[in-house]
């Protein structure tokens, strides 16, 4: 079946870097359009960054010039980099495998805290 399984969520600083990685499995990879989403209780989950259908990416303006999304095929693997975060980039943070409407595939969530 299909698994995507992240990790590197935890406490960091205002200020600090983390690097989220979530792992793929049952799917082929190199296909599927992947991408990160977050969400805070009582909000609707958002769009962080993605890998488009066609390859490009997209940001939500808030992340733009600090995270960036990067994905390696070879290891079924895609990566979110954050720099410079902020208490406001406190959420749980979803994976997300896409192909057509029909196959959508979700990972558990890791939490990502900001706070000094």
């Known amino acids: 079946q299909v698994q995507l399984v992240e990790s590197g969520g935890g406490l960091v600083q205002p200020g600090g870097s983390l690097r989220l990685s979530c792992a793929a499995s049952g799917i082929t990879f190199s296909i599927y359009a992947m991408g990160w989403y977050r969400q805070t209780p009582g909000k609707q989950r958002e769009l962080v960054a993605r890998?488009?259908?066609?390859?490009?990416?997209n940001y939500a303006d808030s992340v733009k010039d600090r995270f960036t999304i990067s994905r390696d095929n070879a290891k079924n693997t895609v990566y979110l980099q954050m720099h410079s975060l902020k208490p406001e980039d406190t959420a749980v943070y979803y994976c997300?495998?896409?192909?057509?409407?029909?196959?959508?595939?979700w990972g558990q969530g890791t939490q990502v805290t900001v706070s000094s």
């Open positions: 890998f488009t259908s066609g390859g490009t990416t």
């Open positions: 997300n495998a896409r192909r057509f409407k029909q196959y959508d595939y």
